[in-house]
């Protein structure tokens, strides 16, 4: 494909999944609710439709990682679609630290982005569940509890070298590796 018709599609989707992001959070926000999961699933359910009734968004995808210039503008969209989430997060939990919803929500779009990817190569039902998975996982990062957690595990540093500790001190055989397996930081 040529560079030119690949930026011209690529363009169109992610105008079309910001489109529905604005407008499902002006509409949330105008109507004061906080229907973070609902607006979730209607965005991987945008997104898994738009790549489904395109088959070429594949090999889309696979001329955005191979240029530069592409990449460029997909990680420009990430931040700014980021920027829009965090935004509307913030409103919605404003005591909530706002670096903290910025990175949620840079990772929330990136694991929307490539989970869904992934999950339309599945064969059903696996596709299906692993969406569900998707909405699930990204539902819980932009929870409100879980950012209030996480604010209380300030200051991180801490944290690290305390669970850091942990992983250095002497277990034996099994016990070890199940800690380890989960999720202990080395």
Request: charged share 25%; with cysteine.
């Amino acid at each position: 494909m040529k560079l030119a018709i690949v930026r011209e599609m690529w363009t169109r989707y992610t105008s079309t999944i910001s489109g529905t992001l604005e407008a499902g959070i002006r509409r949330s926000i105008q109507e004061g609710r906080n229907e973070a999961n609902h607006l979730v699933g209607i965005i991987i359910d945008r997104m898994s439709e738009l790549q489904t009734s395109n088959p070429a968004f594949i090999e889309i995808w696979s001329c955005v990682a191979a240029s530069m210039e592409l990449r460029e503008l997909n990680v420009q969209d990430t931040l700014q679609n980021a920027r829009v989430i965090a935004d509307a997060l913030q409103k919605l939990h404003p005591d909530s630290d706002p670096s903290a919803l910025y990175d949620r929500s840079l990772i929330a779009i990136e694991m929307a982005s490539a989970t869904t990817r992934f999950a339309l190569a599945l064969p059903e039902p696996h596709r299906a569940r692993v969406l569900l998975s998707l909405k699930t996982a990204i539902s819980l990062l932009l929870d409100p509890v879980m950012l209030d957690a996480q604010a209380s595990l300030q200051p991180a540093g801490k944290n690290i070298r305390r669970a850091g500790a942990v992983g250095k001190t002497k277990r034996s055989g099994k016990a070890a590796t199940a800690k380890r397996g989960r999720g202990t930081v080395k």
